[in-house]
Every structure is written in C-alpha cells, then in structure tokens.
C-alpha cells in the first residue's frame, strides 16, 4: 500500500482564542500505487487540511501517515525536505509561477535544491512533459504570456518533474473556465496513466470527483466514501 492513513485528528486553534476548533475526527484512507481518489466536501470541511497533513505542509495531533511504509511525522531533516520534494508533488489552486522565470525554468524549480547536476539530469524530463502536455514551443514564455490553463499545466509539470509517488492537488480547476478545467482533467489523467502516479484530488467539481476510481466526502471530520 502506497498510503496508509489511520484515525487522522487535527484542531485547529479558535480565532477568539476559545477552544480549539475539531476539523479532522478521524479519518482513514488506503491508497495503492497508481490510484486515484478525489475528496469532496463543503469549504471548511477540512480538504485542504487533510491535503497538508499528507504533504507533510503541517503535523496531525494524533493519528498515523504512512507512505511506503514511513511515518510521515517522524520525518525531520533532509529525509523531510526530500520527501516534500520527491515522493510527493503538489499542485494547488493558483499556479504559484514564479513571474520573472521561464516555463521550463519554472518546471525545473523543484530540482534546485539538489544543485546543478539534479537541475541538468531532470531537464529531459521537463522537456518531455512539457511536451506531452502541449507545451513545447512555450518553454521560454513567462507566465505572464501564457493563458490560465497553460500556466496550469506548468504548474502540472512542475509537479511531476522529480517523478513523485503520490500527487496531491488542492481544487486544481478551481480558476479554470469551464473547456480549460475539462482539458486540465484529460491532463491529470494522463499524468496517472503514463507515470502510475497516485493522485488525491481535492475538488468542488463533480465531473473532476467523477473520474477518479473512488470518491469521498469530508463529513463531520470523517471521510465517507460516495463512490
């Protein structure tokens, strides 16, 4: 099993300075190599909150992260960093493009910390998904010349540059209109066929929540599979 997670809880402090706030009461997850899964649920339900706790981003109060079999919340250090970097790939809402680079430069972004000789062994690869996913005569455009879905599926090949295990993203169409949100769909899972990569999609969208193999909503701080 690729993802284990196990009576997951999580509070957050109140705003008032009352008593912490419960989001996460519990919740349980298994997901295998190459599997998708989306996670629906009102705003404030606790998605993206979840999404952080599985992207080491922040700790849960109690419960267990395992991904291939480590304790998430043991990692500290270098093992840490390399795990946010390389096991896991992130894409969120807002593309988060640095506006002063290039495509290709922005996809190479997460090679930097391992110096030079990462950067020029990943490159090939930025290459390659960059155009696979239609890209290729955009590699020196900034940000600021590319349409909203283009500069989504930037941030789609930024992500999967390192060749992570598991892909997180947080409403990846949310800024997306309505043809850019369903190309972006067709690109994720593309991403999960050619790379085997586990995806767990956050997403207000019924028709993204309705390709993925399995379906959940955050209810009550629990997840509640829907499909």
């Known amino acids: 099993m690729l993802l284990e997670v196990k009576d997951v809880r999580k509070s957050h402090s109140a705003p008032d300075g009352g ?3 419960d989001i996460l009461k519990g919740v349980d997850l298994a997901l295998g190599a190459g599997e998708t899964v989306s996670i629906l649920g009102p ?4 998605k993206s909150t979840l999404l952080s706790l599985l992207g080491a981003l922040d700790s849960p109060d109690a419960g267990s992260i395992r991904v291939e079999g480590i304790e998430v919340s043991e990692l500290k250090g270098k093992a840490l960093s390399d795990y946010r970097n390389r096991t896991v790939g992130f894409i969120f809402q807002m593309h988060h493009l640095l506006p002063q680079c290039s ?3 922005n996809v190479l972004t997460p090679a930097l910390a391992g110096g030079s000789k990462v950067v020029r ?8 998904l960059l155009d696979s996913l239609g ?3 955009r590699l020196k455009h900034r940000p600021s010349e590319l349409s909203g879905g283009e500069r989504q599926r930037v941030a789609v090949a930024r992500a999967m ?4 295990r598991l892909l997180l993203a947080d409403e990846p169409t949310g800024a997306l209109d309505r043809g850019s949100a369903s190309n972006l769909s067709e690109v994720l899972l593309e991403m999960n ?3 085997q990569v586990a995806m767990v999609v956050v997403t207000h969208a019924s ?4 390709r993925m193999q399995r379906s959940f909503e955050l209810r009550d701080g629990k997840l509640v599979q829907i499909s």
């Open 43 to 46: 705003s404030g339900s606790g």
């Open 103 to 105: 495509v290709l430069e």
């Open 207 to 210: 028709e993204l929540a309705a």
């Open 19 to 21: 008593a912490p706030v």
């Open 161 to 164: 540059v390192l060749n992570p």
């Open 121 to 128: 062994s990943a490159e090939p690869r930025a290459r390659d």
């Open 193 to 195: 066929r050619r790379y």
């Open 135 to 137: 890209l290729a005569h």
